[in-house]
C-alpha cells in the first residue's frame, strides 16, 4: 500500500512539472516585465515613506515642544513606517493574485477532483462549522485566502487557509491564522470528539464535551482529548493515529494542530505564520522553478493527510 501510495505522489509530481515547462512558464512569462515594475514601485514607494518618516522624527527631535505634544507626534513616524513595511507586502499580494489565475487552474489539474478559489468560502463559514466543531473558539470576523476543494481515493475534502479574529478592526485578537483541512470518512461514527494541544485547566471547547485521559502518557502530555462518547473515542483514536497526529506538527511546521471528529468528518487546524501555498516573488524571476514546487508540495502534503490517517478505509485509523 505504501509503495502504491508514492507512486501516485510521484505521478502527480512528473505530471505537474511536464505541465510547468509546457504550459505554465508559456503562460507567465509575459509577467516578468510587470514583476520588475511591481518591484521598482515597491522600492520606490517605501523609500520615500522611510524618508518622510525619519524627516519626521528629526523635527520632533530638533523642534522645540511639550512631552504631550512630543508623545502625539511621535505616533506619526511609527505609522509611517508600518506603510513603508506593508507596501511591498501589499503588492507582492496583487502580483501574486494575477499570477495565481492562470497559474492554479493549470496545478489543480495534476490533482484528483481538484479546484482552487480564493478570498471567498461560504460553504463553512455560514454554518460556523470550525467553532461548532470545537476545533476553534468563536469568532467576529474571517479573512480567506486560498482555497481548494477537491476529492481523493473517494474521500471529498476542503483545504481553507484563513484568518479568524474576534472584535472589531481597530480592536481585534487573532482566533487562529493557518489552514483548516475538512476531510469526510468512511468510519462509521455517532460521537464528537475534539482533541486540542495540552492545557493545565482542561477547560472543554464545549459544554457538551468531557476530559478524558487516554491510556498513551506520552500523547496526554501533548494533547487533550474531550468527547461525549469514551468508548467510540477510543475507537477512533488508536495508537497509530496518535502517532500520526503528533507527527503532522512536524511535517507542517504547525505550532499548534487541533482537530475534530464531528459529523462523520475530520477537521483538521494547523496553526502557522507560514503563508503557505504562495507564489509571485518580486524579488525573483517569475519562472522561477522553486517557489512552484514548494507550493506544489505543500497541497499535495495536505492531501497526503487522507492516506496519513487512512481516511478512504472503512475500519480502523
Not at 48 to 65: E, R, S
Not at 168 to 190: A, D, E, Y
Not at 252 to 277: G, I, M, N, R
Amino acid at each position: 500500500m505504501q509503495n502504491s501510495n508514492v507512486a501516485i505522489y510521484n505521478k502527480m509530481r512528473n505530471d505537474f512539472f511536464a505541465k510547468f515547462h509546457k504550459i505554465i512558464i508559456p503562460e507567465i512569462s509575459r509577467f516578468e516585465n510587470e514583476r520588475k515594475m511591481m518591484l521598482f514601485l515597491a522600492i520606490f514607494i517605501s523609500l520615500i515613506l522611510l524618508i518622510i518618516g525619519t524627516a519626521f522624527v528629526i523635527f520632533i527631535m530638533t523642534g522645540k515642544m511639550g512631552i504631550d505634544e512630543q508623545k502625539f507626534m511621535a505616533k506619526i513616524p511609527c505609522f509611517i513606517y508600518a506603510i513603508a513595511i506593508a507596501i511591498p507586502l501589499f503588492i507582492k499580494k496583487i502580483f501574486e493574485q494575477r499570477l495565481k489565475d492562470k497559474v492554479m487552474p493549470v496545478v489543480c489539474g495534476c490533482f484528483e477532483k481538484l479546484k482552487w478559489n480564493c478570498n471567498m468560502y461560504k460553504s463553512y463559514s455560514k454554518s460556523n462549522m470550525f467553532f461548532e466543531s470545537g476545533v476553534l473558539r468563536r469568532f467576529t470576523g474571517e479573512s480567506y485566502d486560498d482555497m481548494f476543494k477537491g476529492s481523493y481515493k473517494d474521500v471529498a475534502f476542503d483545504i481553507v487557509e484563513c484568518s479568524l479574529y474576534r472584535g472589531t478592526r481597530k480592536q481585534k485578537t487573532n482566533i487562529f491564522s493557518g489552514v483548516i483541512v475538512v476531510l469526510n470518512m468512511n468510519k462509521n461514527f455517532t460521537c464528537h470528539t475534539v482533541i486540542k494541544p495540552n492545557t493545565i485547566e482542561k477547560q472543554s471547547p464545549l459544554k457538551k464535551l468531557r476530559h478524558t485521559e487516554l491510556e498513551d502518557i506520552e500523547f496526554n502530555k501533548k494533547f487533550d482529548v474531550y468527547t461525549n462518547d469514551e468508548v467510540e473515542a477510543r475507537y477512533l483514536i488508536t495508537p497509530s493515529f496518535m502517532e500520526r497526529l503528533k507527527n503532522i506538527k512536524t511535517v507542517f511546521t504547525a505550532s499548534k494542530v487541533s482537530c475534530a471528529f464531528y459529523e462523520k468528518q475530520l477537521v483538521v487546524a494547523l496553526s502557522t505564520s507560514q503563508d503557505l501555498f504562495s507564489i509571485g516573488s518580486l524579488i525573483k524571476p517569475v519562472t522561477d522553478e522553486k517557489q512552484f514546487t514548494k507550493m506544489f508540495e505543500e497541497i499535495l502534503s495536505i492531501i497526503k493527510l487522507i492516506d496519513h490517517f487512512k481516511l478512504n478505509e472503512k475500519t480502523g485509523l
